[in-house]
């Protein structure tokens, strides 16, 4: 999205700025936080049945939150985009599977906070909005490709 709305030299900064230097900063913290709690020390199938500690809490506050700011971000651009008529229907797409990135990552962090509710919700409210999140992203994204690449099929060898 940020491609059509600026030129390369605009978008690389604002790049840099607003996903690389966050993400430097956030990974390494990330890391530290995983390893020094219960997601190292307790292994599970499902990552989300991890009883919470400080320091995994910690992990999912970081990670989610740096999800919701990355979503929002790129939602900014999408909102731009859905001006125009050719656009919105794969920008309303991806803007639907942002909100539901955002919300697996608010019950995420919630529930890693308010441990009784991890019991009650097990994972599965966060499963079903961050695979809505993904498909939603994938649709529009085979769908994007297919109009860019319409052009070939009426191409004669």
């Known amino acids: ?5 600026q030129d390369d030299e605009a978008m690389q900064s604002a790049f840099k700025q607003y996903v690389e230097r966050p993400a430097t900063l956030c990974i390494p913290l990330m890391l530290a936080t995983f390893s020094l709690g219960n997601g190292a020390a307790i292994y599970r199938p499902d990552f989300f049945d991890v009883p919470t500690d ?5 992990y999912w506050l970081l990670l ?3 999800l919701i700011y990355l979503l929002g971000y790129g939602s900014r651009a999408l909102l731009v985009l859905r001006r125009d008529p050719r656009s919105r229907r794969i920008a309303n797409v991806y803007l639907f599977a942002s909100a539901a990135g955002i919300v697996a990552c608010a019950i995420r962090i919630i529930t890693a906070y308010v441990p009784p509710l991890q019991a009650v919700e097990g ?9 809505t999140c993904g498909a939603g992203f994938a649709v529009a994204s085979a769908h994007s ?11 004669t060898h």
């Not at 400080?54 to 910690?58: A, G, N, V």
């Open 54 to 58: 400080f320091w995994l809490s910690t």
């Open 123 to 131: 994972g599965t409210l966060v499963w079903f909005f961050a695979c």
């Open 1 to 5: 999205a940020l491609g059509r709305l």
């Open 64 to 66: 989610c939150g740096m």
């Open 145 to 155: 490709w297919r109009i860019k690449t319409r052009w070939f099929n009426g191409a």
